[in-house]
Nanobody, 135 residues
Framework: QVQLVESGGGLVQPGGSLRLTCATS????????VAWFRQAPGREREGVSC????????YYADSVKGRFAISRDKAKDTVYLQMSDLNAEDTAEYFC????????????????????????????WGQGTQVTVSS
């Protein structure tokens, strides 16, 4: 069974950092575009970052640009989300998702709150990892 597994969440103070990990069992994550999403209680799921499988191009939502960094470790077939300068608004359950096929790519859309990230189609999701920013 294809599955993504997130890890690395936890409780961190404002201004702190965390690194989330997205790993897989059942398929080669390196072959797919991968995105990170988050969902806070009472809010819709929002895409914060994406890395393309074609050239490792990276994309960020306006709310995290300059603070978050997505990357791949191809030797470990893993995708990371390094989060820095965290604030209370970053508190959410974080999920990674892959495209349905290797042709899926990162995409963006605009709302009144700025630019957000999505995928052109969706394949697998992880179960999520909780990030709580609080003093």
């Amino acid at each position: 069974q294809v599955q993504l597994v997130e890890s690395g969440g936890g409780l961190v103070q404002p201004g702190g950092s965390l690194r989330l990990t997205c790993a897989t069992s059942g398929f080669a994550l390196n072959a797919y575009t991968v995105a990170w999403f988050r969902q806070a209680p009472g809010r819709e799921r929002e895409g914060v970052s994406c890395i393309s499988n074609k050239d490792d191009s990276t994309y960020y939502a306006d709310s995290v640009k300059g603070r978050f960094a997505i990357s791949r470790d191809k030797a470990k077939d893993t995708v990371y989300l390094q989060m820095s300068d965290l604030n209370a608004e970053d508190t959410a359950e974080y999920f990674c998702a892959s495209g349905l096929t290797p042709e899926a790519q990162c995409d963006t859309y605009e709302t009144r709150s700025g630019r957000w990230i999505t995928l052109t189609d969706f394949g697998s999701w992880g179960q999520g990892t909780q990030v709580t920013v609080s003093s």
